[in-house]
Each structure stands twice: as structure tokens, then as C-alpha cells.
Nanobody
Framework: VQLQASGGGSVRTGGSLSLSCTISASGLTIFAVGWYRQAPGQQREQVALVYSTGLITYADDVKGRFTVSRDNAKNTVYLQMNSLKREDTAVYYC??????????????WGQGTQVTVSS
């Protein structure tokens, strides 16, 4: 299983960025794909989660600003980030949680992509 995240960069406050996570998950039944972030000196936190059912949840501080979407044909999940704030600065990771052929659940992480928001 491989997760390839991309799309990070630097932007001014109020700007937008779009992240993508392409998942190669042969043999894994994915339950959910999530976006997480980790700011310097902080714990990794969940930003958004999209379940295989289509249900999407967001952290309170990104609701209304961030939008998750997915393209099943491309095995890609996107995170559109609008109205970015300085406190959104972090390394963003995508995660896939699912069931392997051995009926054991697994967590897989992408490599992380830096998002920097400056005033």
C-alpha cells in the first residue's frame, strides 16, 4: 500500500491550496481516508475524514473552509483548503485505514506535504 500526497506550498493568509493523495491499496479494503496535520511542536491532528460510505467529517476549525472530495477512478482523495490562516501551517498527511486480506486492520500514511501560510 502506498499513499502519495502532493500539492503543498506557501500561500498568504486568505489564500487557497489543494492537496491530493493518490492511493495504491491492492488487497486493502479501505474503510476511511483521512487528512491529518502536524504543526511544529504539536501533536498530529485529524483535519478531515472520508469514509467508504461517503460520509465526511471535518475538524471544527476547518469546517466551512476545507472540502474533501474523492475521485474513485483515480484512487485519489483531495483536500481543498480555502481562506487559509496562519494556524493552518503544518505538514499535512493522508492516511488510509482498512482491512487487509489477513483480516487485520491497518493504518497507512503518506509522506507528508508542507503547507505554509504567511501574512
Amino acid at each position: 500500500v502506498q499513499l502519495q500526497a502532493s500539492g503543498g506550498g506557501s500561500v498568504r493568509t486568505g489564500g487557497s491550496l489543494s492537496l491530493s493523495c493518490t492511493i495504491s491499496a491492492s488487497g486493502l479494503t479501505i474503510f476511511a481516508v483521512g487528512w491529518y496535520r502536524q504543526a511544529p511542536g504539536q501533536q498530529r491532528e485529524q483535519v478531515a475524514l472520508v469514509y467508504s460510505t461517503g460520509l465526511i467529517t471535518y475538524a471544527d476549525d476547518v469546517k466551512g473552509r476545507f472540502t474533501v472530495s474523492r475521485d474513485n477512478a483515480k484512487n485519489t482523495v483531495y483536500l481543498q483548503m480555502n481562506s487559509l490562516k496562519r494556524e493552518d501551517t503544518a505538514v499535512y498527511y493522508c492516511n488510509a485505514y482498512g482491512l487487509g486480506p489477513d483480516l487485520i486492520t491497518y493504518d497507512y500514511w503518506g509522506q507528508g506535504t508542507q503547507v505554509t501560510v504567511s501574512s
